[in-house]
Structure formats: C-alpha cells, structure tokens
C-alpha cells in the first residue's frame, strides 16, 4: 500500500510519502505564502526519490482542516487534481487528529491529553482535546481565555501544541496538568495511521464534491504579496 500525504492547513507545506505503513520520505517548507509554489514540486521530487510512479499511488492523503483558507484550497485542488487524473482514491484527515496522532506516535509513553491548536488570529484558535482512545473535546473556534480547559485539567495531564498553543501560552496560565510541546512541528507523516485505516475500510471521499472543512468564513485581507492590491 503506497500513500502520497499532503499537509498545506497551516503555514508548513508537507508531503510525504509511505509504504505498507512505513514512511519513505518527507519533505517540508516553513517559508510564509509558498505553499501553491512548493507544493507540486515537492510532490515530483518525492516521488522521483523514491523511484515511484503516480500510478503506482493506492491513495492520495490529504489533510481536511480547519487551518488556512488559502492553504486548505491548494492542498485540496491538488489532492483531488492528482486523484482525478489517476483513477485514484482521495483520503482526508482532520487537521487536528492528525496533528494529535503525530504526537503521539512520537510519544509511545504518553496516556494523557492532547490538545492540538491551530492560530485562527487574534485570540482565537482552532482546537480540540483528545485521548489515546480517541475525540474528547470536538473542534471548534475557541477563544482563548484563562480557564478555558480547566475542566479537562483538573482530571488530566493535558499537552498543548501547535503555533495556537504558542501563541495563547501566557493567557492559558500555569496549571500543574499543563504541558507544552514547544518542539512540536506539523508533519504530513502524522495522517499515515488514519489514512491507512480509512483506506482498508473504505472511507474515501467524492473526489468531485469533496470540500476542506473552514469552520470560520473566509474574511479576505489586504494582500502580502508584492505587485497585487
């Protein structure tokens, strides 16, 4: 079973490749507004390295969001592009049960909470609590604001990661159960697990009508790009 992983939600643009559950290739970029410009390279240049053939894909992995309107829209048209020209299945993976799977399968030890955050700006962040076993807190637009975990906290260890968790550290305070995962970086390799469950029972989606999952509007801003107003 080969799988093609995409990760373009959050400002890393991820792509990685496995066989038979084992990762043969990863590769990523942190640089800000590069993702439709990295994103197809990577994918050849991973594929190449490998020595293997777009047709010799089982699936193609993409995760689903929330994250970033603009990088949600290019992992998706990529994902469903590469699955439409080769008669090839499309898998999605939530964002955030991605980003926990990834932790903890680097973390075989650990039996408490995650709590993977995405920036949604300001003082909002996209968020979820999970176990071992699974959802605990769905995802949503939390607003960041003392106490806001506390329930959870108070019965468990809870580990907060991702550029959210960063970015609200101060506001969420000190709390004994609290941990930061500041080495935390989001990889595609985190969505392998999931990915290769829902190929073997078959959880694929309409690679016609298939949408990333916004959760918030889009709100347009003033471009960064230089040359467009």
Request: aromatic letters at 8%.
């Amino acid at each position: 079973m080969i799988l093609l992983l995409l990760e373009t939600a959050t400002p890393v643009c991820s792509v990685a490749l496995a066989r038979d559950g084992e990762v043969l290739s990863e590769m990523h970029s942190d640089e800000q507004n590069a993702h439709s410009s990295k994103l197809s390279p990577f994918v050849d240049q991973i594929l190449k390295q490998c020595e293997v053939r777009p047709a010799q894909l089982d699936a193609v992995c993409v995760s689903s969001g929330p994250g970033s309107y603009t990088g949600l829209r290019i992992g998706v048209s990529s994902a469903k592009g590469l699955c439409y020209a080769l008669g090839k299945p499309l898998i999605a993976v939530p964002t955030l049960q991605g980003m926990a799977s990834q932790y903890y399968a680097a973390h075989p030890e650990y039996n408490g909470l995650v709590c993977p955050m995405i920036d949604a700006r300001r003082m909002e962040c996209y968020a979820a609590i999970y176990s071992p076993k699974g959802e605990v807190k769905p995802v949503d637009a939390d607003i960041i604001v003392p106490g806001i975990y506390e329930t959870y906290l108070e019965n468990s260890e809870v580990t907060f990661f991702g550029d959210g968790a960063e970015k609200t550290r101060e506001i969420l305070g000190v709390h004994p159960n609290a941990k930061y995962a500041s080495d935390f970086h989001i990889s595609a390799t985190g969505m392998l697990r999931i990915a290769m469950q829902k190929l073997q029972n078959n959880q694929v989606e309409d690679v016609a009508y298939f949408e990333p999952y916004y959760l918030k509007d889009f709100v347009a801003k003033k471009s960064v790009v230089r040359g467009l107003k």
